[in-house]
């Protein structure tokens, strides 16, 4: 799940009944963490799920963190069992592009 979605979930918690403080904290950090929107978040998971060596963990972190540079990409990936290509690398970054 990305943090779009969590803040989303939250957004709409909050108006409905007052938040716990956990709550409250993960809302207030899904705010100041996420700039697209869920939708766009969404699409981008989609696009990043579709390449071969693509994990859910993974295009959920890179939805989430948007990685900008390849030392951003190679620490989504260091604990994964894939050793990514410098081709790799930049089709990441330039679906990333897309969306920001």
């Avoid at 100041?32 to 994990?55: G, H, K, P």
């Avoid at 972190?61 to 620490?75: H, N, S």
């Amino acid at each position: 799940m990305s943090l779009a979605i969590v803040k989303g979930m939250l957004d709409g918690e909050s108006k409905e009944r007052e938040l716990c403080a956990a709550q409250g904290s993960a809302l207030e950090h899904s705010q100041s963490m996420v700039s697209l929107s869920s939708e766009d978040i969404n699409a981008l998971v989609t696009e990043v799920r579709a390449l071969s060596f693509m994990t859910d963990y993974a295009a959920y972190k890179i939805g989430d963190i948007l990685p900008k540079y390849p030392e951003d990409v190679r620490a989504i990936f260091s604990k994964e069992r894939v050793t990514l290509s410098a081709d790799d690398i930049k089709r990441i970054i330039e679906i990333v592009g897309k969306y920001l």
